[in-house]
């Protein structure tokens, strides 16, 4: 077996399955090889992970909308394939679902002045909604800043990939040398600072643009950081 | 007559012979610890370098030559050193190199290449020192502490950042170029002929920028002066510069 194959049992290991025979000859052969062991390490890392912070993470907002995007894709996905392999003998019913539409002129009009008055009342009744304080809407993008609750919400998403990413680096650490040790931790204080600093005037100031930008990039930062200093 | 007594000398004959056994004994320890080594790599007018290290200096100088001279100066003699060449040009990754190593020490490197090259350098601390480069790129990225000192430099891009130390950049910005500077705790000074056009970002929490000469009324500040946007010049280099806890100073040259 190469390495590859043995990565491929890795999650198996970690997870506790696998016969008794297949571990033994897993963990020979981890004895012996630096990358499948640190591959091991990592799956026993984000399991770990997995298991402290279980039941921590934020519910998808609307759960059956998900569902629903996701059974739309695949039936599409099914539905190409199926049209592609229209067998010769198919019943009418099967080809009349299996056709391709082709539309008239007017057809064709009509359907387009169709969607865009369902898209013109939607985007209506949401502006009105937008306006009048709807406390369901939020915007896409950054919203640092818009108000308390999402300035705090991008600020946990962020911690939970930080935390994750520091747990990796604690298990590294005690194998640095005291002056690398020394240097990360005063460079991580002074991404802290501006972290800290940036949130205090957001506090004050919720819409201003400098400190959202600083608190973005010292967000972007910490984790790079992080990132760098997990592998070694 | 005598001016020492005979046990006074023999003394300081003693400890003469003492402190030169113990210069000798530390100069070859220090010459057994260190490592020099020196490599040439030919290479075309317009060549690509790429360095990622560990720990330690980088000084990037040109010459007249069409090659690349690398000399490594390595604490750790077991250290892996394998400059990789490319269609491009040379790539040198000390941390992929030595992963898994416990203790690789300071490397500090050396480099000689034609000035029409790019350069992309990393590490994860030391400082970094770049002049003359007149190529596409320069790219100085420290992880952590280290100053950053680029001059001469006329580059159509140039991106310049570390976490602690300061920047200095002496050069020019081209017209449509992309300038970026961002330190976290330190100060930024960009020293730049009076005839330089540029679109300008500037962003310092601690309100201290700087603009020198560059500054004019048409200039904005933003959040009550801890950013400074605005055109000078033709406004045709885009210049982005960032210091969380530090100054940005304009200079002309």
Redesign the interface.
């Known amino acids: 077996m190469n390495c590859e194959q043995y990565q491929e049992l890795l999650s198996d290991l970690v997870d506790g399955f696998g016969s008794g025979e297949d571990r033994n000859r897993i963990e020979s052969h981890l004895s012996g090889c ?1 990358a499948c062991a ?1 591959v091991r390490d990592d799956f026993v890392a984000i399991a770990g992970y997995c298991h402290e912070h279980r039941g921590e993470y934020d519910a998808v907002p609307n759960e059956r909308a998900l569902w629903l995007r996701i059974s739309n894709t695949i039936e599409a996905e099914n539905a190409v394939r199926a049209k592609e392999s229209v067998p010769s003998g198919a019943s009418s019913w099967f080809r009349l679902m299996n056709r391709s539409w082709q539309l008239s002129f007017g057809q064709l009009a009509v359907a387009v002045a169709a969607i865009v008055l369902v898209v013109s009342i939607a985007t209506v009744a949401s502006m009105k909604q937008l306006y009048s304080g709807g406390s369901n809407v939020r915007t896409a993008g950054p919203t640092i800043g818009t108000n308390n609750i999402s300035l705090d919400d991008r600020y946990r998403q962020q911690k939970q990939a930080i935390a994750y990413w520091k747990d990796r680096v604690e298990l590294n650490k005690a ?1 640095w ?1 005291p002056e ?1 040790r020394d ?2 931790d ?2 991580m204080t ?2 802290d ?2 972290l800290n ?2 949130m205090k ?1 957001l506090t004050q100031n919720p819409h ?4 959202e ?2 608190l973005n ?2 967000l972007n ?1 910490k984790v790079a ?1 992080l990132k ?2 997990a ?2 | 007559m005598k001016l020492f007594s005979s046990a006074t000398r023999n003394w300081v004959k003693s400890f003469s012979v003492f402190l030169l056994l113990a210069l000798t004994v530390g100069a070859a320890h220090l010459a057994s610890a260190q490592q020099k080594v020196s490599r040439h790599y030919p290479a075309g007018k317009n060549v690509r370098l790429e360095l990622k290290n560990i ?1 330690g200096t980088i000084t990037v100088e040109t010459w007249a030559r069409d090659e690349i001279r690398v000399t490594a100066t390595m604490d750790n003699r077991k250290v892996n050193f394998n400059p990789r060449q490319t269609d491009a040009g040379l790539v040198i990754d000390i ?1 992929a190199d030595n ?2 190593k ?2 690789v020490g300071d490397m500090n490197f050396k480099i000689e290449l034609p000035a029409r090259s790019s350069v992309d350098l990393e590490t ?2 030391g400082q970094i020192t770049v002049s003359n480069i007149q190529g596409d790129l320069v790219r100085a990225h420290i ?3 280290g100053d950053i000192t680029l001059s001469g430099i006329n580059a159509a891009r140039v991106f310049a950042t570390n ?2 130390g300061d920047i200095y950049f002496d050069g020019e910005f081209s017209s449509g170029g992309t300038y970026e500077f ?1 330190s ?2 330190g100060n930024i000074t960009l020293r730049l002929p009076a005839n330089c056009g540029f679109r300008l970002v500037a ?1 310092a ?1 601690t309100k201290e920028i700087k603009m020198g000469p560059f500054w004019h009324p048409g200039m904005k500040l ?2 009550e002066g ?2 400074i946007t605005g055109d000078v010049g033709d406004g045709r280099a885009s210049v982005t510069v ?1 210091n ?2 530090g100054t940005i100073n304009f200079l002309r040259r």
């Open positions: 630096v640190e194998r040398n690398m240097t990360f005063r460079n002074v991404i600072t501006a600093d940036s005037q201003d643009p400098v400190s930008d600083i990039d010292a930062d950081l760098e200093f592998d070694l | 720990a941390a992963r898994g416990v203790d994860r601390s992880w952590t502490s976490t602690t961002k976290g705790k962003t929490p933003v959040s801890r950013r960032t969380y806890q």
